[in-house]
C-alpha cells in the first residue's frame, strides 16, 4: 500500500486535525463481538505484529513545522511500541451489554496521544455468554469508515484457520526522526505535487476547453448549492448544544434482510431505508422531549465515500458530504421513506458531491488559517443537526485467532455542538447501529436506540402487510 514515511496529509486528512478540540475528538471506530474465550494479549500482540507491515501507517505518527501549510506530514515513529497501542482489560460480573457500552463510551472519551500513532486496540474479557469484545479507536486523519473496514479486512482472518502470514521479508527499521530541513523539503515536495497536479488540469483544459468549460460549469453549479444550504439554516433542536469530552454509547442489533423487506415493499435504497429509521426514532425523542415537530425538518451530514476499487486499503480519506433531509415533521412511516428516498435521489442528482470535491482540491493550496477555517465550516452547526453514516461492511463473516466475529459496531465522533452521530455498518447479515452522544445532553440515548428499533418494526410490518394484502 502506498503510506509512506514524509507522506503530506491531505486536506481532508488535515481537517480532521483542525475541527479537533478539547470536546470534540476527531476518532472513529467500532465495538466487536466474538466467540469464544479470549485469547491471551501474547497471542493477539503477535497476530497484529506480524501483519503490521501491510499497514505502514498504524507505525507512524505526525510531524509538522511552521511551514507546512497546516498538513503535518506521518513519520516512521522510532520509538514504535506495539504493547502501548493494544491494551487489555474485563468487565465486572456479570459483563452485560450495557457495562460494555459504558466501557466504550469512556474508551471514547479519551482523546489519542498525538505523540503517537493515532490508534488504539482494546481486548475485553469477561462478557456474558463466553464472548469477548475488540474495540478499535482511530484517528479521523488516518482513516476514513470504508478504509477502515479494509484495515479489518487485513488484519482479521478469513476463515478459523488464517493462511500463512506473508512476510515483509525483512524486519521494520524506522527511518530516522526527521529534522526541520527534511521536513520542510517534503512540505515544499507536496506543494510541488499539487502545483504540477494543477498544472495538468490546465493542459487539460487547453487541449480539451468544452470539456473543461463543462466540468467547470457543473462545479459552479456544486459550489452554489453548497452555499446555498448554508443559506438554510438548520432547526434548533436538543442535539445541537454545546457538549464536553464524556460520551454515551449504545448499540442497536438489526438484521439486513429487515431493511431490504422495506425497500422491496416501498422502493428506494437500504440506505434510504436507515434514514427513515433513524427520522421516525428523531421525531419520537423530540417528542418525548418535549419539542414540537409539526413543519420541523432536520438535515443529516451524510460522508459518501469517493474512494474508487483500485484505492481500497490506502488509508486516509476519500470522501465528500452531502446533506440530507430528515422530515420529523411527516406522520405516516411510508410517507417519510418516500420522501426521503426522492430527496436523496435529487441529492444525488444534484452537484454537491463534486462542489465538495472541488473545494476539497482547492485547499491543496490553502494557508493553515483558511485551512482551519474550512473545516470548522464544514461541521457548522448551520449544515446539519446530526451525523448519519452507513457503512458497507464485509458480508461474510472475519475470524480473529479461529474465534468468529459474531457482530460490529460502528463509532462515529461528535463535531462540536453536536451532541449525537449515528453510525451503521453491515456485516454478514447484520445492519447494526452505534449511536455515539455526548454524556450530559444525552442521558436518555437509549430511548433513542429503543424508538429505532421500534422504527424498524414498524416498516417492516407494514412491508409484510403490503405484501400480504397487495392493492
Known sequence: MPQRHLDRLTPIDAAFLHQEGRHSHMHIGGLTIVEGPPP??????????????????????????????????????????????????????????????????RIFSQQLDRSKPLWEMWLIEGLEDDRFALITKTHHSLVDGIGGVDLATVLFDLSPEPPPIRH?????????????????????????????????????????????????????????????????????????????????????????????????????????????????????????????????????????????????????????VMRGPLPVYITNPIQRLRFVSHAMDGLKESKQALGAEVIAGAQNFAPPTLLAQASRLNFSTRLFNLIVTNIPGPQFPLYVLGREMLEAYPVAFLPENHALATAIMSYNGQMNFGLLGDFDALPDIDEISDNIAAELQTLVSLARESVATPA
Open 168 to 320: 515483509s521479508g525483512r524486519p521494520w527499521r524506522p527511518h530516522a526522526e526527521p529534522g526541520a530541513p527534511e521536513l520542510v523539503a517534503s512540505g515544499i515536495r507536496g506543494a510541488a505535487r499539487a502545483a504540477f497536479a494543477l498544472a495538468d488540469g490546465v493542459v487539460e483544459a487547453v487541449a480539451h476547453p468544452e470539456r473543461a468549460l463543462s466540468r467547470a460549469r457543473e462545479a459552479a453549479e456544486g459550489i452554489g448549492e453548497i452555499i446555498w444550504a448554508g443559506l438554510n439554516p438548520v432547526p434548533d433542536t436538543p442535539l445541537n448544544v454545546p457538549i464536553g469530552p464524556h460520551r454515551r454509547f449504545f448499540g442497536i442489533a438489526c438484521q439486513l434482510d429487515d431493511f431490504k423487506t422495506v425497500k422491496n415493499a416501498f422502493g428506494g435504497t437500504v440506505n434510504d431505508v436507515v434514514l427513515a429509521v433513524v427520522t421516525g426514532a428523531l421525531r419520537s425523542f423530540l417528542i418525548s422531549r418535549g419539542r414540537r415537530t409539526e413543519g420541523v425538518e432536520l438535515r443529516a451530514l451524510v460522508p459518501v465515500s469517493v474512494r474508487v476499487e483500485d484505492e481500497h486499503g490506502e488509508g486516509g480519506n476519500r470522501l465528500v
Open 40 to 105: 491471551a494479549t501474547s497471542e493477539l500482540l503477535e497476530q497484529i505484529r506480524l501483519r503490521l507491515h501491510l499497514v505502514p501507517r498504524y507505525r507512524h505518527k505526525l510531524a509538522s513545522t511552521a511551514l507546512d501549510s497546516g498538513r503535518p506530514v506521518w513519520v516512521d515513529d522510532p520509538s514504535f511500541n506495539l504493547e502501548y497501542h493494544i491494551r487489555h482489560t474485563a468487565l465486572p460480573t456479570p459483563g452485560r451489554w450495557e457495562q460494555l457500552c459504558g466501557l466504550t463510551a
